[in-house]
């Protein structure tokens, strides 16, 4: 059972940037994909990045040009820097892996995913 644990979570006025990160009791490397979803309250929780073992990444089209996700086998973390913040970015982020299903994660299926965080709330303030 692989643990993931979100931090960096807070709240930022719009414009502004966060770094969020997932740590987790496995090495990444163990992943064959890691992504970020997000969910507010009464919506479907979305994909927002992923990132497979072999270095391809996905962003969901909201994001691209300003989030960027990475990884760091020495640390066993991942990373989400978020930049240029909207008031829409505000959501309770969620970690998630897998150990195989890296076409569920880059596609953003939550269903496929194996393992979850507990969440972490962004707040954006306009």
């Known amino acids: 059972q692989v643990q993931l644990e979100e931090s960096g979570g807070g709240s930022v006025q719009a414009g502004g940037s966060l770094r969020l990160s997932c740590s987790t009791s496995a090495s990444p490397a163990a992943s064959s994909c890691m992504g970020w979803f997000r969910q507010t309250q009464g919506k479907e929780r979305e994909g927002v990045a992923a990132i497979a073992s072999d270095g391809r990444t996905r962003y969901a089209d909201s994001v691209k040009g300003r989030f960027t996700i990475s990884q760091d086998i020495a640390k066993n973390t991942v990373y989400l820097e978020m930049a240029s913040l909207e008031p829409e970015d505000a959501a309770m982020y969620y970690c998630?892996?897998?150990?195989?299903?890296?076409?569920?994660?880059?596609?953003?299926?939550?269903?496929?995913?194996?393992?979850w965080g507990k969440g972490i709330q962004v707040t954006v303030s306009s």
């Open positions: 998630t892996a897998t150990p195989f299903a890296t076409h569920y994660c880059l596609q953003f299926q939550s269903a496929g995913m194996d393992y």
